[in-house]
């Protein structure tokens, strides 16, 4: 079976950055037409990505009926997810907090860069989300403000509708803009979207990408030197 049912606008024209790190994961894709969503049977699928499109039928998307990863900003609020979405920018090049261990930030510090330049926006969950929701990343400007969050099944959402699959909103939608810790903050949703916590998410790749693995820790670490460094000369401590 596909992996991925990735919908969009015009399947002639997906994400590329999106699909090149499913690529990189090994997951199997098919792109949907989203005019074409309601005639789609999205159980043959593991999971529901949907990308940051303002979608003319967002009703017809059941991204609460899968296990679904929402990188979209404008289409939230109707899908139940939030009353409003809040978005920001600064003028350094983004820092994002992990609040929790949890698998979505495997492998990652608590503070991690995530885009390459500044004024890029980001964008979370306002104060009118459903409580069920669990954030897991935050920015630091905004650090009560989920950036990145799960919903598990069977919790609900603002429409009392009951989630019915594991679900991730990723508020980092400038992937033009990602750094390699956004690109595994991605990479990390999606697994746990389509696996859950129940298997080992590098369950095929442990063996083989274990020395990548000390290749990238050892360049996170550079990588937050660098931005220690940046930090100290901005002013910024």
């Known amino acids: 079976a596909t992996d991925i049912a990735y919908v969009v606008k015009n399947p002639l024209a997906p994400n590329k950055d999106v699909t090149d790190l499913v690529t990189e994961l090994s997951l199997t894709y098919d792109l949907i037409d989203a005019s074409k969503a309601r005639a789609t049977n999205f159980s043959k699928y593991g999971m529901i990505l949907v990308g940051e499109e303002n979608f003319d039928n967002p009703e017809e998307i059941p991204v609460n009926d899968f296990n679904s990863l929402i990188l979209n900003s404008k289409n939230v ?3 139940g997810w939030t009353t409003a979405i809040g978005s920001g920018s600064r003028n350094l090049p983004l820092v994002a907090i992990n609040v929790i261990d949890h698998p979505i930030r495997k492998g990652l510090a ?3 860069d995530i885009y390459r330049v500044s004024d890029v926006n980001f964008y979370f969950l306002g104060s009118g989300r459903s409580p069920d929701i669990t954030t897991v990343t935050t920015a630091s400007l905004s650090t009560s403000s989920p950036a990145v969050a799960f919903i598990d099944p069977g919790e609900k959402l603002l429409n009392q509708k009951v989630v ?3 679900s991730v909103f990723f508020g980092f939608t400038e992937t033009g803009e990602w750094t390699r810790n956004a690109d595994k903050l991605f990479m990390n949703s999606v697994l746990w979207v ?3 916590e ?7 790749k442990d ?3 274990k020395d990548q ?3 990238d820790k050892e360049k996170d670490q550079k990588d937050g030197d660098k931005e220690k460094d940046q930090k ?3 002013g910024e401590k």
Not at 198 to 204: P, S, V
């Open 198 to 204: 129940g298997k080992d998410q590098d369950k095929d």
């Open 213 to 215: 693995k000390d290749g």
């Open 164 to 166: 019915n699959g594991r």
């Open 207 to 209: 063996e083989e990408g």
């Open 77 to 79: 609020d109707e899908w």
């Open 110 to 112: 608590d503070e991690i």
């Open 194 to 196: 389509l696996y859950g």
């Open 232 to 234: 100290d000369g901005e």
